[in-house]
């Protein structure tokens, strides 16, 4: 008998804020993604083992890492 384990990352948008850009310096649209990286036994997610966020540029590309109290930041401000 063997047991296969693995990961998978799924990404997610979870709302689009508009600010000025740091690197770019438009206001354009920037996206802010969640990743959840999940633990697999035979590719069925079991359970997450790491969480990160990080908004998008739609404009430059500039990625950049958020902290929680930032996301629910954005979330809070986002028009939906
Ligand atoms: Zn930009």
Redesign the pocket.
Known sequence: MFLLFGTRAGETVLTMVVFV?S??G?S?AQRVFKRVTRVTLFFVPLFPVSTSHWNE?S????TTQLTKPQVDNALAWSPS
């Open positions: 850009c690197n770019c438009v354009a540029c404009n430059c590309g500039l």
